[in-house]
């Protein structure tokens, strides 16, 4: 079956840089949008960015533009997401999902379980 | 920029209620809206896409309606597995999703 695992996440300083990555199995990856949405503590849903299909075209949350990188190595089956210059705001459980089709611009389904980033001195 | 507005942002039925949740977006959207349910310590998942299209497995108790700017979920017989968030996500653009409705049990 279709599965998304995290991985990456951690405790970093406000400044700092953290690479999460999402290993995807059980559907042609390389055909898909792929995205990344994250949930602060106590706060509801946040979509960050989003990869089409060949990884050449992404999209970004005003939030994070110019400090996430979204990308894909799609012989891998692996997503990333590059973080840098991490904010406490940026705290948050960062979960990938799988766009339904390949335009990035449709519900996701299936999700991750997710990776906690923690930014804190 | 479009917004959506969920609301309650938290409510509390007994068992066996009709419940609705309400999504409002700041503009039209068509029918480009999901449900997603996040229950504690679980994988989100989603419920319903297209406004109103129940997706494969999710029980018939679950249903959604609305067209252009007013969406509505609603669960007919409100059971305790049902205690989670809920959230509506347009997807006319970017994914955007709504604040949340928090459902629990009276």
């Known amino acids: 079956q279709v599965q998304l695992v995290e991985s990456g996440g951690g405790v970093v300083q406000p400044g700092g840089s953290l690479r999460l990555s999402c290993a995807a199995s059980?559907?042609?990856?390389?055909?898909?949008?792929m995205h990344w949405v994250r949930q602060a503590p106590g706060r509801g849903l946040e979509w960050v960015a989003c990869?089409?299909?060949?990884?050449?075209?992404?999209f970004y949350a005003d939030s994070v533009k110019g400090r996430f990188t979204i990308s894909r190595d799609n012989s891998k089956n692996t997503l990333y997401l590059q973080m840098n210059n991490l904010r406490a705001d940026d705290t948050a459980l960062y979960h990938c999902?799988?766009?339904?089709?390949?335009?990035?611009?449709?519900?996701?389904?299936?999700w991750g379980q997710g990776t906690l980033v923690t930014v804190s001195s | 920029d479009i917004q959506m507005t969920q609301s309650p942002s938290s409510l509390s039925a007994s068992v066996g209620d009709r419940v609705t949740i309400t999504c409002r977006a700041s503009q039209g959207i068509s029918n480009y809206l999901a449900w997603y349910q996040l229950r504690p310590g679980k994988v989100p998942k989603v419920l319903i896409s297209g406004a109103s299209t129940l997706q494969s497995g999710v029980p018939s108790r679950f249903s959604g309606s609305g067209s252009g700017t007013h969406f509505t979920l609603t669960i007919s017989s409100l059971q305790p597995e049902d205690v989670a968030t809920y959230y509506c996500q347009t997807y006319n653009s970017a994914p955007l999703f709504g604040g949340g409705t928090k459902v629990a049990i009276k």
């Open positions: 990869t089409l299909h060949e990884g050449t075209n992404t």
């Open positions: 999902a799988k766009d339904r089709y390949g335009s990035g611009m449709n519900w996701l389904d299936p």
């Open positions: 059980g559907f042609t990856f390389s055909s898909y949008a």
